[in-house]
T-cell receptor, first 113, second 117 residues
């Protein structure tokens, strides 16, 4: 059973803000939401992680509503180089031994000029 | 700082041959993961180690696959005998684990693209 659900693909234009939403209806109390970015021919890269409300770093922002059943990765003013696959994962970062890391298929973001 | 190092970057072999993929994790990290990525199945976790000990190998597809971590700075993933359906990109990742379970903040290597003909 998939832990998360994301759109398969999205298109946007350079300079726009892009929001990618992830659904995780069965998120557990101790679970965090983690996002990765993967460029073609490269390994995934950790972007951001959060538990509730809002987290921001130099790359992106992560918005998590109070019920935590979904989250939104926000990329400000995207460029062509942001074209990549974005993965949403949920799990306990303290690492329960029985936890299963599932990347899923991710969201393929295509930035147009 | 050097990131996760994988070798070889590309491997082409014939069906039935033994294949060994190698990984050097980031110094100081105590957790290591092996993944396989294909178009059909996406990115799948095969096995992970904490402190050189295999914790979860439930993702290893079959007995033809084996992984070892003889010390904190080296791991291998071996396929014997290899089959065409093993063709994929194999990634190694490392992290700093704070407990017995898997860490969600992982650092990936560049991958090994394996082609079995």
């Amino acid at each position: 059973l998939a832990k998360t659900t994301q759109p398969i693909s999205m298109d946007s234009y350079e300079g726009q803000e892009v929001n990618i939403t992830c659904s995780h209806n069965n998120i557990a109390t101790n679970d965090y939401i983690t996002w990765y970015q993967q460029f073609p021919s490269q390994g995934p890269r950790f972007i951001i992680q959060g538990y509730k409300t809002k987290v921001t770093n130099e790359v992106a922002s992560l918005f998590i509503p109070a019920d935590r059943k979904s989250s939104t990765l926000s990329l400000p003013r995207v460029s062509l180089s942001d074209t990549a696959v974005y993965y949403c994962l949920v799990g306990d970062p303290r690492g329960r031994r029985d936890d299963k890391i599932i990347f899923g298929k991710g969201t393929r973001l295509h930035i147009l000029p | 700082d050097a990131g996760v190092i994988q070798s070889p970057r590309h491997e082409v072999t014939e069906m039935g041959q033994e294949v060994t993929l190698r990984c050097k994790p980031i110094s100081g990290h105590n957790s290591l993961f092996w993944y396989r990525q294909t178009m059909m199945r996406g990115l799948e976790l095969l096995i992970y180690f904490n402190n050189n000990v295999p914790i979860d190998d439930s993702g290893m597809p079959e007995d033809r696959f084996s992984a070892k971590m003889p010390n904190a700075s080296f791991s291998t993933l071996k396929i014997q005998p290899s089959e065409p359906r093993d063709s994929a990109v194999y990634f190694c990742a490392s992290s700093l684990a704070r407990s017995s379970g898997p860490s969600y903040e992982q650092y990936f290597g560049p991958g090994t693209r394996l082609t079995v003909t």
